[in-house]
Structure formats: structure tokens, C-alpha cells
Antibody
Framework: QVQLVQSGAEVKKPGASVKVSCKASGYTFTSYGISWVRQAPGQGLEWMGWISAYNGNTNYAQKLQGRVTMTTDTSTSTAYMELRSLRSDDTAVYYC?????????WGQGTLVTVSS | EIVLTQSPDFQSVTPKEKVTITCRASQSIGSSLHWYQQKPDQSPKLLIK???QSISGVPSRFSGSGSGTDFTLTINSLEAEDAATYYC?????????FGQGTKVEIK
């Protein structure tokens, strides 16, 4: 079955960077894209961006441009999301999702806490 | 950016009642509208894709309709396990966006 397994929780100081991984299994990795979605405590879902696992093309939410980088490693079927210059309002659960329009499968989420 | 507005924000419903949640897009998105259910401390789960297409394993009481700018998620005969927050999402044009969510509570 399709599975996306994310890396564990992180605690970072303001100004630091975080890199979250998302390992896919149960399907042909390069046949789908991966989106990253975050959810601040008690808030709704925020789309962060998308990467094609086929050719590495990306599209990022404008508010994160310059701070976020999404990559994939096709040899290990793993997607990565790096967020730099962390601020307190980046505290959230970060999800990866397999996409082909709809987000049919989701990772379990990774809590990133930004605190001094 | 396409803005998705859901209504209502919150609904308190008795079991077996019918629930209707609407999602309005700020411009036409064809049928590129998807619905998700999120329970507390869980990842979102896809319920309906492309406005009305059912998803394997999702109970048949969940259905979707609409096209263009107006969409509806219907839950027929609500069950206690349906207590959750529901989100719509458009994949018509980048940046993709979500509605603000509709919380459904069981009375």
C-alpha cells in the first residue's frame, strides 16, 4: 500500500534551518509529485509548494519564496523540504502528500517547533 | 491566487442528520476541487476528488457536487465517527489553495 513516512519532530531556534524528509513506498515514486502542506497550531491547512518527482520541477508559495527548497532523491524515493531563517510563526506540523491533482496519500506529519 | 471560502465555519449536528458544506471559489476552477477530512491529531484524508469522484474505501454517505465556482460536500446520515474538520482544495491553478475549514461537531 502507498505509504509516506516522515522524519521526526524538530526543535529549532529562530534563524536556524530545518530539513524534513518524506520516504515513499508502495508506488512508482517518479510517477507522482509531492506537495508540502503545513498546519500551525489550531489553524487550517496551508499549501507550501510542489515538486515533480519525475523531473524536479518546483513551485513554491509566494510567501515562502527564498526560504524554502524542495528536493527529491529518486534513488531512495525520498522527498525533502528545507525551510531556512525560521521564525516563531513557522511553528507547525508539516505534511508531505502524494499528488496528481488531488492529495491522495499523506505522511504522518512532522512537528517543527521554533523557540528561543 | 484563487480564494476558497467554505460555509459554514462550524456545524453542530445530530447523528443521522444530513450535512451540507459549501465551498466557493473566487474564480472558475472547473472540476479541480477536492475534499478532505481531518480528525484531531491525524493527517488529512482524501474524501472526494475532482468535485464528485468517489474514493475507494470512503463510505458512500460522502458525496460531492458542483463545478465552476460553487461546490458542495454532502454527508448523508451523519455518524459519530464523522466528527472532524473538512477542507476543500483547488488544483486548477498554482498556487494551490485550501478553504479555511468547516468543523463538524456531533450533538
Amino acid at each position: 500500500q502507498v505509504q509516506l513516512v516522515q522524519s521526526g519532530a524538530e526543535v529549532k531556534k529562530p534563524g536556524a534551518s530545518v530539513k524534513v524528509s518524506c520516504k515513499a513506498s508502495g508506488y512508482t515514486f517518479t510517477s507522482y509529485g509531492i506537495s508540502w502542506v503545513r498546519q500551525a497550531p489550531g489553524q487550517g491547512l496551508e499549501w507550501m509548494g510542489w515538486i515533480s518527482a519525475y523531473n524536479g520541477n518546483t513551485n513554491y508559495a509566494q510567501k515562502l519564496q527564498g526560504r524554502v527548497t524542495m528536493t527529491t532523491d529518486t534513488s531512495t524515493s525520498t522527498a525533502y523540504m528545507e525551510l531556512r531563517s525560521l521564525r516563531s510563526d513557522d511553528t507547525a506540523v508539516y505534511y508531505c502528500a502524494r499528488v496528481s491533482g488531488e492529495m491522495a496519500a499523506w505522511g504522518q506529519g512532522t512537528l517543527v517547533t521554533v523557540s528561543s | 491566487e484563487i480564494v476558497l471560502t467554505q460555509s459554514p465555519d462550524f456545524q453542530s449536528v445530530t447523528p443521522k442528520e444530513k450535512v451540507t458544506i459549501t465551498c466557493r471559489a473566487s474564480q472558475s476552477i472547473g472540476s479541480s476541487l477536492h475534499w478532505y477530512q481531518q480528525k484531531p491529531d491525524q493527517s488529512p484524508k482524501l474524501l472526494i476528488k475532482y468535485a464528485s469522484q468517489s474514493i475507494s474505501g470512503v463510505p458512500s454517505r460522502f458525496s460531492g457536487s458542483g463545478s465552476g465556482t460553487d461546490f458542495t460536500l454532502t454527508i448523508n446520515s451523519l455518524e459519530a465517527e464523522d466528527a472532524a474538520t473538512y477542507y476543500c482544495h483547488q488544483s486548477s491553478s498554482l498556487p494551490w489553495t485550501f478553504g479555511q475549514g468547516t468543523k463538524v461537531e456531533i450533538k
